[in-house]
């Protein structure tokens, strides 16, 4: 029901400029709001706590369900008037601000429906956060329960309690904040105004989605690439010390958190592999190689998938090394995807430990994280999680293939969904609209799967789930 709300600016938009989208919108704000009232109505005063056990459910159903109706305006629409695999593909890109897309000729289609799709990855980073920060971290996933002391949201291991209400206005007036701060900033160094926020939606969502095929390339303007740059990293930081940051007017936690400085030392690291490459190899003058190598790094690096150039293309290793880095992603807490850095950080250190452990086979080494001890049931379930990412991605991949995809295109668009990404290699380099809709749906999982963090959406697949 409160999802069928967010459907009035699109429609509103296209009233407005009379794009022929108006009915599109109408319908489905109709259909959404009675399906939600359905539902509602017979359950509305019935009042007990939710458990853990229906967090994972909930969790689960609030992306695929809105991604469901959040098709209908792309399917019901003259243009684009995608197919219904190809309307869901492109909604669930959205809502998991993944930014892989179907269509083509982006620039020609209605502007409620260019605002619409701005909006779904919006819409769905909101989610993302508040999962990220509030309920993750509970829910125990993939080494999250690392953050439960820290958290500013429910701590009880057994309930999902009313302060995540609490935690979740708090994060969503950051987000909005940081959204306005992104429109503004575009706005004053040239975008139009529906532009500007068309693209401060998906920025700060970490999503790629553009009103234009060319990306933020299509305005050829180097401040408002600083401007991308600056939200970008911004948003791939764990909105929990951002919320820090404004609760206690300080600035100096950035500066000791783990995966702060891991980000802010690799990125700088593989920025100037990719500058020197693209100089010596005679693609760019130094200073094209820096304005294009930094973007693409830092929108790669962090998942967001804007595009000035086309990466792809570039000489040697660069396009795999870009690619790669995605799998590190943003940081835990953040609109970012990929494994998280905190996960990377753990692995490495846990690898050092044992070849300390082959040297002096009876010491005991502690793996700590900013000086404090990380419990072996932590490590254990980030080595789980990483296992399972390895072995999903490989399953995937086959199945990709099986549907007669070459291995590239198959390999990069497991990855570029799985780490929530967009653009991939080869064929998906710059839309997935030539893939067969056996391959769509496979990706669609895996897209799923990569926002969901991998446990939250498999656990329902267990027996052992949903016995009393």
């Known amino acids: 029901m409160l999802f069928s709300l967010t459907l009035m600016p699109p429609l509103a938009l296209s009233w407005w400029f009379h794009d022929g989208a108006g009915d599109a919108f109408g319908f489905t704000f109709l259909l959404t709001l009675s399906a939600g009232m359905l539902i509602w109505a017979p359950v509305h005063r019935v009042r007990q706590e939710l458990r853990i056990r229906d967090g994972f459910v909930i969790t689960a159903m609030f992306w695929l369900v809105l991604a469901l109706f959040g098709a209908l305006p792309l399917m019901i629409s003259d243009n684009p008037g995608l197919s219904f695999t190809d309307a869901f593909f492109e909604s669930l890109s959205g809502w998991t601000t993944t930014g892989a897309t179907v269509i083509t000729g982006i620039e ?7 605002f619409y799709r701005q909006q779904l990855q919006w819409l769905g980073g ?5 999962l990220a920060v509030a309920i993750l971290p509970m829910l125990g996933i993939g080494g999250m329960q690392l953050f439960r002391a820290e958290t500013p949201g429910p701590v009880k291991d057994s309930k999902l309690t009313p302060r995540i209400t609490e935690t979740a206005k ?33 920025t700060v969502a970490i999503g790629g989605f553009s009103t234009y095929d060319a990306s933020i390339g299509h305005f050829n303007n180097s401040a408002i690439e600083l401007v991308a740059i600056v939200f970008m990293l911004i948003s791939s930081v764990n909105f929990g010390l951002h919320f820090y940051a404004l609760r206690h007017r300080a600035l100096s936690h950035y500066f000791h958190d783990p995966e702060v400085k891991f980000l802010m030392g690799i990125l700088p690291l593989a920025a ?19 304005r294009y190598g930094i973007f693409e790094l830092v929108s790669i690096a962090t998942t967001t998938g804007f595009g000035t150039a086309d990466f792809t293309i570039w000489p040697f290793f660069v396009p795999t090394l870009l690619f790669i880095l995605s799998f590190i992603g943003g940081c835990a807490g953040s609109t970012g995807g990929g494994m998280k850095v905190v996960r990377v950080i753990l692995i490495a250190k846990q690898g050092a430990r044992e070849i300390r452990r082959l040297i002096h086979p009876n010491a005991i080494f502690q793996i700590k994280l900013s000086g404090v001890p990380v419990q072996d049931r932590v490590l254990e379930a980030v080595w789980g999680f990483f296992s399972i990412y390895i072995l999903v991605y490989v399953i995937m991949m086959l199945l990709i293939l099986a549907t007669g995809v070459d291995f590239t295109t198959a390999f990069s668009a497991v990855g570029a969904c799985i780490n929530n990404l ?8 710059a839309h997935y609209g030539s893939l067969n809709d056996t391959a769509k749906w496979i990706l669609s999982f895996a897209m799923l799967l990569g ?14 789930f949903w016995r009393n």
């Not at 020609?108 to 260019?114: A, G, Q, T, Y």
């Not at 926002?451 to 027996?463: G, S, Y």
């Open 170 to 202: 708090a994060l969503w007036y950051l987000y909005l904040s940081l959204t306005i701060a992104c429109t503004l900033g575009y706005w004053f160094v040239g975008m139009d105004f529906f532009d500007a926020i068309c693209h401060a939606f998906a």
């Open 272 to 290: 100037s592999l990719v500058i020197v490459t693209l100089v010596f190899s005679g693609v760019y003058e130094p200073a094209e190689a820096v």
């Open 451 to 464: 926002r969901l963090e991998i446990f939250t959406l498999l656990v329902l697949f267990t027996p052992v």
């Open 422 to 429: 967009g653009p991939g290699l080869a064929d998906v380099s």
């Open 126 to 130: 909101m989610g993302i956060i508040v």
């Open 108 to 114: 020609f289609l209605p502007k409620s429906i260019l």
